[in-house]
C-alpha cells in the first residue's frame, strides 16, 4: 500500500489543525484524518492530542477508537474525524461530523468505473459525540481510497485526480494545490496499492 498526505494550514497561519495519522500493523491498514475545529494554535492542539492518542491506541476496533479519542479530546475544542481500515478485501469505516471519504474502484472485467463514499454521522469528536457506527464496503485490489477535509472544495470530480492511477504523492499534491480553499487548514490523503 502507498500512502501519501499533503497537507497545508489556512493561508497566513502556521498552526495546522489538520491531521492524518496512518499505521500498517498485522494485515491491517489504518488511515485516520482529523480536522481540528477552527485553525491556528487551538485546533493544532486538537490534531496533536489526537495523534498521541493514536499512537497509543491504534490497534483498538474503529468504534471504541473513536470513543477513546473522544474522551482524550474532551476540554479541547474538539473536531471532525474519519477513521478508515483496510483489510484483505473490506473497508471499515467510521467518521463523525465532515471529513470526506471516498473509495474509487477502476473499472475491470464486467465491471464499470465504481465510487463508494463512506458514510459519516455528524457530531464533534471531543465535544458532542453522538451515534458512533461503523460501515463497510467492499474493497477491491487496485481501488484507491481518498479523505479530505472541508479544506478542499466538496465539488470536485476526483475521477479527474485519481484517473488511471498513478502516484498517490502526485495525486495528493495535485488535489491539494488545485482544489483548496486558502481560508482553512486543507488536507487530502491518498491511499493505492
Ligand atoms: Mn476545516
Not at 457530531?123 to 477491491?140: A, E, H, I, S
Amino acid at each position: 500500500m502507498r500512502i501519501a498526505v499533503a497537507s497545508r494550514p489556512k493561508l497566513g497561519e502556521r498552526a495546522n489543525g489538520d491531521v492524518c495519522f496512518h499505521r500498517e500493523f498485522e494485515d491491517n491498514i489504518l488511515v485516520c484524518l482529523m480536522d481540528g475545529a477552527g485553525h491556528g494554535e487551538a485546533a493544532q492542539v486538537v490534531a496533536e492530542k489526537t495523534v498521541g492518542y493514536l499512537e497509543r491506541s491504534y490497534g483498538l476496533d474503529l468504534v471504541e477508537l473513536m470513543k477513546g479519542c473522544h474522551e482524550e479530546l474532551k476540554g479541547t475544542r474538539g473536531g471532525v474525524m474519519g477513521l478508515a481500515l483496510i483489510r484483505n478485501d473490506l473497508v471499515s469505516y467510521v467518521g463523525v461530523g465532515n471529513i470526506r471519504a471516498c473509495l474509487y474502484t477502476r473499472a475491470c472485467e464486467g465491471a464499470e468505473n465504481n465510487v463508494s463514499f463512506l458514510t459519516s454521522l455528524g457530531g464533534v469528536v471531543g465535544y458532542n459525540l453522538r451515534k458512533v457506527m461503523q460501515f463497510q464496503y467492499p474493497y477491491k485490489r487496485g481501488s484507491t481510497l481518498v479523505m479530505f477535509t472541508d479544506g478542499i472544495l466538496a465539488g470536485i470530480n476526483i475521477w479527474d485526480y485519481v484517473g488511471d492511477g498513478g502516484d498517490p504523492k502526485e495525486i495528493a499534491g495535485r488535489i491539494l494545490k488545485e482544489c483548496s480553499k486558502d481560508n482553512d487548514d486543507a488536507t487530502v490523503v491518498v491511499a493505492s496499492e
